[in-house]
């Protein structure tokens, strides 16, 4: 006699695992606090009491006899703060279009301007930066083993060598930014090749999103400030020897902002498109308490990774938003795998050669 079995029933499928990125997304969003919100008053505080300190420290170090005591140290508050305002050109970057507008015109006026480095010029090109289909290739415009290969000693000579004539290639950019406007061919290549801080020379700016008369406007008020330096030494208002100070204040930043670019991110990528978590893990958080890590991070952009994973957090909730991601997540989250002890841990790479 034949006999027949019934089947087990199936057992019911199993939900999908979120990936841990979308964990570390959904644990923040479930939290009780709001890490996204903006407290336009500490952006406030911090420009203006910044901007104080280093335009005060700039005028002693420009004013005071030369090699002296004063001289020097005034020179290191000037690029300490300097330093420190200039790197608000980040935040800005990341407020929503209509998101603290008083704040992004101040910014421009008191510190873009003055230092030849307007939000327009970076804006851009840092949110490319952040997107999946530039993170990593070839086009990345903050990607620094784009410009340096990893372990090549005359790459990292010629990369040091470019930081330091990139501020002489600002002014220059600035000073004959009017005769861009002379054909529209003319004014189409500069904004598209010319137009964004990046040593990466294969970005190309995209057009498509850029605001002509903002960027006109402060372009052409930049032009005037620089066109104003040379000028107060032809009319001997100012010594000579101030446009070499204004250089040594700017070439030093400048490197100052590079020495971080070189710790932001691992530079794994092989060129390729990377996925959403392999761009995460390319990138770093900072827990230490050294010099270096403190100097070179200000703003709390020491928290790089998180920063990538939530581009729109503002910068004084990103220490909180870490701490609270480091308590909640489950220990086996990639998420802490993304601390690093200090600058050196990450930035001495560049010296080895990819395995």
Known sequence: MLTTTTPAPLAPLAPPALDWVSAVRHTLKE?????HRVKPWIYWRDMFIGATIAYTSATIFLAAPAFSLLQCVSFVFAVFWLYRIGSMVH?????GGHELTGFKVAWNIL?????????????GHHRDHHTQRVYGTPQDPEYVINVCERGNALQFACYFVFVAIFPLLVFVRFLVAPLTFVHPRVREYVLR??????FNWRYERPLSRLNRPVFAGLE?????????????????LTPWSRMF??????ATVVTLNQL???ADHHFESRGNRLSMADHILDSCNYVGRDPLTWLLFPMAIQYHALHHLFPSMPYHNLARAHSYLMRTLP?????????QPGWWSVAGKMLKRRS
């Open 31 to 35: 939290s009780p606090r709001n890490f």
């Open 91 to 95: 935040e800005v970057a990341h407020l």
């Open 111 to 123: 510190v873009g301007v003055p230092t030849l480095t307007p939000s327009t010029f970076f804006t």
């Open 193 to 198: 090749h010319w137009s964004a801080f990046t």
């Open 220 to 236: 052409l008020l930049c032009s005037l400030r620089a066109l104003a330096i040379p000028a107060a030494v032809l009319l001997g």
């Open 245 to 250: 100070q204004l250089y040594l204040l700017g």
């Open 260 to 262: 971080r670019q070189m």
């Open 331 to 339: 220990s086996q989250s990639p998420y802490r795998t993304l601390e």
